[in-house]
């Protein structure tokens, strides 16, 4: 039973207590009262009486018309005169009457007085006995209206007194619920914190546990922190902060081998012509934070056109990654924007120049870079800010306009979508999930989501897709009873009506919502965080699991996620490559894994391509892996 019921119970025993006590008490008292005083009516009336009868003739008929006088003016139940050998000689009795009393009650209270009795003279010797009984009927009309009007006052007490209890059950109950709240949140290791209550003891409890919350916290800050310097380490460039070489190409080999937004976009490689003269004429210093606000113009750039990730080649050589990117002539006139901001806010002009070209699922990195090192040298000998567009594989669009590609979405998505299956599996060759990225029928053949999917963002069209997929997911669940892992799209976090809308379909379907798994990017959760928060509270309720894909470049922000009650994170596949030979970043995994282990949330590698990087990756202690190297069985 739980403590409020408890509370309730005890405060209505109370009162029903106090009730029944008072009302015994003031029901006994009364009646004490009433027979003690009837009692003394009997004996006095008796006596005058009597003392009447002795001083009068002693006639039979005087003597009966003073008895019917008297029984007649007083309200009495019996007048009996008896003589000295006990013969009735005169007897007036009343009959019962109505009072409206109920029997019940009267039994409960029934008075028990005796008649009076007197003695009446004739001069020396004894006429007779008098006995008389007063009628004590009216007694329990009395008591029984006293009782009524204590049972109302009570009543009004009592309703007084429970709504009294009721605002300070609720008083305690606010704070217990927060106290109940925060507990389970911490068995489900989301460490969060609350509002300390009035209440001490609860304050008290409160207080220890938002102390270990704190220091969850600043454990998981200072753990991520360590492993986060390491990945920079081994992953970034020392002077500017971007990537390395072998990142960043293994970013770009992953984004061609992908099935997401990410396997289609544009990219762009900017050199610092006469770095060494540069160096020479600027010193060092000024010439690293020229070089460090390049990549933060890169960074901004990438940002402002959808997301993507700054590398450096070599001393002189920058590459820009910019997911999910079609119109390459905007992407140009970013980029010269962004070029012309910097080199005015550089002491000395530099040359920067540029080149640009596509690219999308199937190609190469070493066919793009090639046509990238041949287009920049054609730049080089253009001028400072020259921007040259490397030819790439001709490629037919499948539409040509805005108008074409929002028709064929459309219809795309009314006409049904089809999931892709790739497994996620544990040590034991378990399917934890499938991944189930999008297929849409565009042009009379299914298309990876690699090429509509920057269409479809640049229509506007994310939650009008990622209503389809969950729906289109759910509908497998239910008639395959398998679980499903589908991607939601950045709009997806901070669309409220988006939100609303995919929980209503979830609650229709609650034993399929308990089997999908929704991720979402790392870099579009935290981001916006807030928003994140509140997606995450919305569909947790409805029992899916919800995880961050790609995680690695920010992990220092886990600590944030400490209180969300995420199921899953999938470290990105550039962490993973070669991991059996890559032994600094096996201690990063081993570091990940056991602080996600520690949120009670499953670490996923993203990825895997060969046998034996997933045979490392569980021996770090990783729960599942996925990629184009694993199969189920």
């Known amino acids: 039973m739980s403590l409020i019921k408890q509370l309730w119970l005890t405060v209505i025993l109370i009162l029903l207590l106090a009730f029944v006590g008072s009302l015994a008490v003031s029901v006994t008292s009364t009646q004490d009262y009433v027979e003690q005083e009837v009692q003394i009516k009997n004996a006095d009336n008796a006596n005058a009486l009597a003392l009447s009868m002795s001083q009068m003739e002693k006639e039979a008929v005087s003597i009966e018309l003073l008895l019917a006088a008297q029984f007649d003016t007083g309200h009495y139940r019996l007048i009996e005169l008896r003589s000295p050998e006990g013969e009735v000689m005169e007897r007036r009795e009343a009959e019962a009457l109505d009072n409206g009393v109920p029997d019940w009650f009267v039994n409960l209270v029934r008075l028990d007085v005796s008649p009076g009795q007197a003695v009446v003279q004739d001069g020396w010797r004894q006429y007779g006995t008098l006995t008389l009984a007063s009628q004590h009927q009216y007694a329990y009309r009395t008591l029984w209206q006293s009782t009524l009007e204590m049972a109302a006052w009570f009543a009004l007490v009592g309703v007084i007194s429970l709504m009294l209890a009721w605002w300070i059950v609720r008083s305690i109950r606010r704070p217990l619920v927060e106290v109940i709240s925060q507990a389970r949140s911490i068995s489900a290791r989301r460490f969060t914190t609350s509002r300390e209550p009035r209440t001490l003891e609860l304050r008290e409890v409160v207080q220890a546990m938002n102390t270990l919350s704190g220091a969850v916290h600043t454990m998981l800050s200072e753990e991520t922190g360590k492993l986060d310097q390491l990945r920079r380490r081994l992953q970034e460039d020392a002077t500017t902060g971007a990537y390395n070489r072998t990142t960043l190409l293994d970013h770009l080999q992953h984004n061609l081998d992908s099935d997401s937004k990410r396997a289609s976009g544009v990219l762009v490689m900017v050199r610092v012509d006469d770095l060494p003269e540069v160096n020479e004429r600027l010193g060092r210093q000024a010439t690293d934070d020229a070089l460090k606000a390049l990549v933060e113009h890169l960074s901004q750039l990438a940002n ?92 037919s669009p499948l539409y040509t306009t805005h108008d074409a590609w929002r028709t064929a979405l459309l219809k795309a998505m009314e006409t049904g979508i089809a999931l892709a299956l790739f497994p996620v599996v544990n040590a034991r060759q378990e399917v934890v999930h499938y991944e189930a990225p999008s297929r849409l029928e565009l042009d009379g053949e299914w298309r990876s989501a690699g090429l509509f999917m920057p269409w479809v963002a640049r229509l506007h069209l994310e939650d009008r897709l990622d209503l389809a997929v969950a729906e289109r997911a759910l509908a497998l669940i239910e008639s395959d009873q398998q679980p499903l892992g589908i991607n939601l799209s950045g709009r997806a976090v901070g669309d409220m009506a988006f939100i609303k809308a995919l929980r209503q379909r979830l609650e229709r379907a609650p034993e399929a919502a308990k089997k999908l798994w929704i991720e979402l990017p790392e870099s579009t959760a935290l981001h916006d965080l807030s928003s994140f928060r509140l997606l995450c509270r919305e569909l947790q309720a409805t029992g899916v699991k919800i995880g961050l894909e790609h995680v690695g470049s920010e992990f220092t922000r886990l600590a944030d996620l400490h209180d969300l009650g995420l199921a899953f994170l999938k470290f990105d596949a550039s962490l993973v490559h070669g991991i059996d030979q890559a032994y600094d970043q096996q201690t990063i995994l081993r570091g990940m894994a056991t602080l996600a282990h520690s949120l009670g949330i499953l670490a996923i590698a993203e990825g895997v391509k060969h046998p034996e990087e997933a045979e490392t990756l569980f021996e770090l202690g990783l729960d599942a892996v996925t990629g184009p190297g694993v199969k189920a069985e």
Do not use: W
């Open 304 to 395: 402002e056109l959808g997301g993507g990730e700054v590398g450096r080649l070599n001393g002189s050589d920058f590459l820009l990654l910019i997911h999910g990117a079609q119109d390459i002539e905007h992407v140009s006139e970013a980029l010269k924007h962004q070029l012309t901001l910097l080199r005015d806010a550089t002491a000395e002009p530099l040359r920067l120049p540029a080149a640009l070209t596509e690219y999308t699922h199937g190609d190469t990195a070493s066919q793009r870079l090639a046509a990238l090192d041949g287009a920049l040298s054609d730049a080089e000998s253009r001028g400072d800010l020259a921007l040259v567009v490397a030819s790439g594989a001709a490629r």
